[in-house]
Nanobody, 116 residues
């Protein structure tokens, strides 16, 4: 059983910053990739950023240049640094991990609210 525990969400004004953390119960290298998704009310869940075991990153176009995904291998933790936040970034953010068999694991989600 894989557990992903997120933290770091909250309320921030537009232009502000937040840092999300996701601690995995297994080594980061037991997964093919880890990342962050988000889901706003009445919208589909969308990929925000991912990082592979090789270090390759991928971002949603609208967050490029504002968000940075990184990892701490020693702590099996993935971070999402979010800068210059916009009201459109308001959503529940979910940590995701995918193994080599395509099995996906999800965290419980953390709310990010950006006020204008």
């Amino acid at each position: 059983q894989v557990q992903l525990v997120e933290s770091g969400g909250g309320l921030v004004q537009a232009g502000g910053s937040l840092r999300l953390s996701c601690a995995a119960s297994r080594s980061f290298f037991s997964f093919k990739a880890m990342g962050w998704y988000r889901q706003a009310p009445e919208k589909q869940r969308e990929l925000v950023a991912t990082i592979t075991t090789g270090g390759a990153t991928n971002y949603l176009n609208s967050v490029k240049g504002r968000f940075t995904i990184s990892r701490d291998n020693a702590d099996n933790t993935v971070y999402l640094e979010m800068n210059n936040l916009e009201p459109e970034d308001t959503a529940v953010y979910y940590c995701n991990a995918e193994n080599i068999h395509g099995t996906r694991y999800w965290g419980q989600g953390t709310q990010v609210t950006v006020s204008s």
